[in-house]
């Protein structure tokens, strides 16, 4: 099993309509990051969590929501999908130290 | 407001030869710069961390290094290989905050 799962891998929605992504984690780490990746803007910072009890905001966290349900489970929302919301989204997990990311395979979402 | 760049989006180089990457930063004082190497369609995957106070890292046919004065790291893959095309990745943080990217650099070596 992958050490940092993201579901689903693909999604199509429509414009309006409240989405969630998925990312699990097996590495018994405390941080884990949400990423969003476009063509020319490289990866941007969306929300990330140090621990349970811990939220930030990153650089691009309008229209997105998070949940850290445990230790190993970070899910991202989109309460109403905009187009502009396409792109593919990567969670990471990383230990204290912040050294060496483990990213899931992302997810490709579409909002049309 | 921070900046990193990445010198060039893409750089091409013959199969042996050294690749070069270059990243710079403004407006931060990073405590670590790391690199990653991203496929398409992939996540990222580490390589490197180096530390402020570090002025090389060295790791298989990889080197990085840094200078904190000129704010810029240079990432050498040597003896390059078709396998290392790819899309390469800098980052930078410090404690206490998650890592912001470069928008990379697209190396593509040729056989």
């Known amino acids: 099993d992958a050490d940092v799962t993201q579901t689903p891998r693909n999604r199509i929605t429509k414009t309006g309509k409240r989405i969630m992504l998925e990312c699990s984690q097996t590495?018994?780490?405390?941080?884990m990051y949400w990423y969003r990746q476009d063509p020319g803007l490289g990866l941007r910072l969306i929300y990330y969590?140090?621990?349970?009890?811990?939220?930030n905001k990153g650089e691009i966290s309008d229209g997105y929501s998070v949940s850290r349900q445990a230790q190993a489970k970070f899910s991202l929302s989109l309460e109403s999908a905009i187009p502009n919301q396409t792109a593919l989204y990567f969670c990471?997990?990383?230990?204290?130290?912040?050294?060496?990311?483990?990213f899931g395979s992302g997810t490709r979402l579409t909002v049309v | 407001s921070q900046k990193i760049e990445q010198n060039s989006e893409a750089l091409n180089i013959q199969e042996g030869k050294t690749a070069t990457l270059t990243c710079n930063y403004t407006?931060?004082?990073?405590?670590?710069l790391q690199w990653y190497r991203q496929d398409p369609g992939r996540g990222p995957v580490f390589l490197l961390l180096?530390?402020?106070?570090?002025k090389e890292k060295r790791k298989e046919r990889l080197k990085v290094t840094f200078d904190t004065t000129l704010k810029q790291s240079l990432f050498h893959i040597t003896a390059s290989q078709p396998a290392d095309s790819a899309t390469y990745l800098c980052?930078?943080?410090?404690?206490?905050?998650?890592?912001?990217f470069g928008k990379g650099t697209t190396l593509s070596v040729s056989s």
């Open positions: 980052a930078l943080s410090n404690p206490g905050t998650a890592l912001i």
């Open positions: 990471a997990t990383s230990d204290l130290s912040g050294a060496g990311y483990t």
């Open positions: 969590s140090f621990d349970v009890k811990d939220i």
């Open positions: 407006n931060y004082s990073p405590a670590y």
């Open positions: 180096i530390r402020e106070n570090e």
């Open positions: 590495k018994g780490h405390d941080r």
